[in-house]
């Protein structure tokens, strides 16, 4: 399993320098890890890929977008513009104040 986050690790960050506007959003970054891992999925209905994950190969969106927070703040040249970024503070102080 270790190396499994690995693979995703090493893939998301691959997609984030390669192709800035994933660095903004998830959704994106999913679709591209989609295209990466699991060729040809992208063109099977959303629901076949989001029950099937694991036959497929693929980690959860949960996975990718705690990956990508993850390396935005270990890598300053990797983060989302600054609109994004202050959206996403937002959102968070929000959901801690909702949820604390």
């Given at each position: 399993?270790?190396?499994?986050?690995?693979?995703?690790r090493?893939?998301v960050?691959?997609?984030?320098?390669?192709?800035?506007?994933?660095?903004?959003?998830?959704?994106?970054?999913?679709?591209?890890?989609?295209?990466?891992?699991?060729?040809?999925?992208?063109?099977k209905?959303?629901?076949?890929i989001?029950?099937?994950?694991?036959?497929?190969?693929?980690?959860?969106?949960?996975?990718?977008?705690r990956?990508?927070?993850?390396?935005?703040?270990?890598?300053?040249?990797?983060?989302?513009?600054?609109?994004?970024?202050?959206?996403?503070?937002?959102?968070?102080e929000?959901y801690?104040?909702?949820?604390?």
């Open positions: 399993m270790k190396s499994e986050f690995k693979q995703t090493q893939i960050k691959n997609i984030l320098e390669l192709n800035p506007a994933t660095r903004n959003s998830d959704n994106l970054l999913y679709l591209e890890v989609i295209e990466r891992i699991g060729k040809g999925n992208t063109h209905p959303i629901e076949e989001l029950l099937n994950l694991e036959e497929l190969g693929l980690p959860c969106f949960e996975t990718v977008r990956t990508r927070q993850k390396l935005q703040a270990e890598n300053p040249k990797l983060a989302a513009c600054d609109m994004v970024q202050d959206y996403r503070s937002e959102r968070e929000k801690r104040k909702e949820f604390a």
